[in-house]
């Protein structure tokens, strides 16, 4: 066993350790294999080296951030010492890595956690990819940001993302104003995923010269989808037919995204969700890929990931 005396001379203890080490508890979870001895000032750190280095880089990413905020929550403990502090580090290793595409004022858009990265090389390597996941895990905004790689890099000529138009507890007909206005709100986190990523004045041209193509599932029928990034959203509400009528739209150099959260379905109680029968029929089609996100990869507030935990155990 090994021992390292850390000294927090530049801050408040009491800041990092929390109230009766309230914060130096929740450090200690990320740590099972550590034994931390917090004495004013100075905190011993006792266990293998390699333990020992790998805390002592979390513990500057804490006070980093501490300096930075003049605050350190749970929170952001939770936040740094998860799959986050993870990227950080890597990043600082290499600015560039992980980095999926340069969006609008400097926004810097790259895979936050594990599954994420997963999403981002599966694609790679797969033409059709399944990222189910429950919601803040990223899938929806991770996929957008891939497509609109692919655009830049020319690797296609068009992206064309599409929803199923079934929320809960409501109804299209319900709605004031014409079709699109009716439309516009099913899709709306698709545009707030591209105005990150694109400048205004060349988003509102692609959606002109439909390059950028944003539709409910339901005009997808009859089509053949070429050269194109597609992307899928809100799975877990398609119907088996519609499901099938789907993925059969695929056409040459195209790469589909399909997205959705198994646990979110918002189909007539008898309606089978065409999500879960594609999992189940495709999972070992060469050519296709399936992601799975966690809890663990919700990147919202850490309410969020507490909040699944809840639901998940109430099943």
Do not use: W
């Amino acid at each position: 066993m090994n021992e390292k005396l850390l000294m927090l001379d530049s801050v408040d203890p009491v800041e990092i350790y929390g109230v009766n080490d309230t914060k130096l508890n929740v450090i200690r979870k990320y740590f099972p294999k550590l034994k931390l001895v917090a004495r004013g000032f100075s905190l011993k750190v006792i266990g293998e080296s390699g333990e020992i280095v790998r805390f002592e880089k979390r513990m500057e990413l804490l006070l980093d951030h501490y300096h930075k905020t003049g605050v350190l929550g749970e929170s952001a403990i939770e936040r740094l010492l998860g799959p986050t502090g993870e990227n950080i580090l890597e990043a600082k290793e290499d600015p560039n890595a992980d980095i999926i595409v340069f969006g609008n004022n400097g926004l810097v858009i790259r895979s936050r956690t594990p599954n994420q990265k997963k999403m981002v090389e599966s694609i790679s390597r797969h033409d059709m990819l399944f990222a189910v996941g429950p919601a803040g895990t990223g899938k929806t905004y991770t996929a957008v940001a891939l497509a609109v790689k692919a655009l830049k890099n020319k690797e296609v000529k068009r992206i064309i993302m599409t929803r199923p138009a079934v929320e809960a507890g409501e109804n299209l007909g319900f709605l004031p104003g014409d079709m699109k206005e009716k439309l516009d709100p099913y899709m709306q986190p698709l545009y707030d995923a591209l105005f990150d990523m694109l400048p205004s004045d060349k988003l509102n041209q692609y959606l002109e010269n439909r390059t950028i193509q944003i539709a409910p599932l339901a005009f997808m029928r009859g089509r053949t989808l070429d050269n194109a990034f597609v992307i899928l959203d809100e799975a877990q509400n398609t119907t088996e037919s519609q499901m099938k009528m789907f993925l059969t739209r695929m056409g040459a150099n195209a790469k589909f995204i399909i997205t959705g959260d198994k646990t979110q379905v918002d189909l007539p109680a008898k309606q089978p969700s065409g999500l879960l029968q594609a999992l189940r029929l495709l999972k070992d089609v060469e050519g296709v890929a399936i992601v799975e996100l966690a809890k663990e990869d919700v990147i919202r507030h850490k309410l969020v990931r507490s909040i699944i935990e809840r639901y998940d155990s109430n099943v």
